[in-house]
């Protein structure tokens, strides 16, 4: 265990969790996008950005999802310096994505009303890669990517046409911040809609309500991974022992 100071907050935490963790654990409020507890830090959306200031002196700006406590480490959250940058990153945020409830939500919580940027949509995806992350970490098939490079970096599936590797299962949209990524079932069919994609999956019907319940896929990939028969998954959730 370290003993490190958070808004002047004396506080133990074990050495090597990342300063967000700890923040976040002592209800001390950090902004962030980009992070969950399912998937690795990743560092992109910087508006968790903090002042630290080492057991040796060293005072510097860093993301608090990615910056490890030590011992006599000193973070400040919400200092004049932390702010303009904070309110900098989101402005160019708002410019990429005006139309984002939440962007635009985080944006007057930081004290910018409007963006002085001139805007471009981009669907609403701010790259934070939280659902290349779930695919790959979690879901573990890696069916999207962020391709490109500078301005015209986005998210997007392999050439932009359907993917092979996507089996339906929604991780992407349900862990997007923004909604940049939508899921809808409709009668046999659920579709999943990007910025660039739209990729549609056959339900399975559950063998004993009748309901559709989940993609083909999905259910394949589950069994496959499980070494068991496809059958072992032909019940919803709701008609399983």
Do not use: W
Request: hydrophobic letters at 35%.
């Amino acid at each position: 265990m370290v003993t490190l100071t958070i808004d002047g907050k004396v506080i133990e935490a074990e050495e090597g969790t990342m300063v967000l963790d700890v923040a976040t654990g002592h209800n001390i409020y950090i902004p962030a996008l980009c992070t969950h507890e399912s998937v690795s830090p990743y560092g992109a959306c910087r508006l968790c950005l903090v002042e630290v200031k080492t057991g040796n002196g060293r005072e510097r700006l860093v993301t608090s999802c990615l910056y490890p406590v030590e011992e006599g480490l000193e973070v400040k959250t919400n200092t004049e310096r932390v702010r303009r940058n904070r309110q900098t990153i989101i402005d160019l945020l708002l410019a990429r994505c005006p139309e984002s409830e939440v962007i635009q939500d985080m944006a007057r919580q930081l004290g910018v009303e409007k963006t002085s940027y001139p805007q471009e949509d981009h669907g609403n995806c701010i790259l934070c890669a939280l659902c290349v992350r779930a695919c790959e970490e979690v879901v573990g098939v890696s069916a999207i990517s962020l391709v490109n490079r500078g301005v015209e970096r986005e998210m997007a599936i392999p050439f932009y046409d359907d993917s092979n590797a996507c089996i339906g299962c929604g991780s992407c949209a349900y862990i997007c911040p923004t909604e940049a990524i939508k899921i809808e079932d409709s009668g046999d069919t659920r579709t999943i809609t990007m910025p660039r994609n739209m990729i549609e999956f056959k339900l399975a019907k559950c063998s004993v309500c009748g309901d559709y319940f989940a993609p083909e896929k999905q259910l394949e990939y589950m069994a496959r991974k499980a070494g068991l028969e496809r059958d072992f998954f032909d019940r919803c959730i709701n008609c399983r022992d």
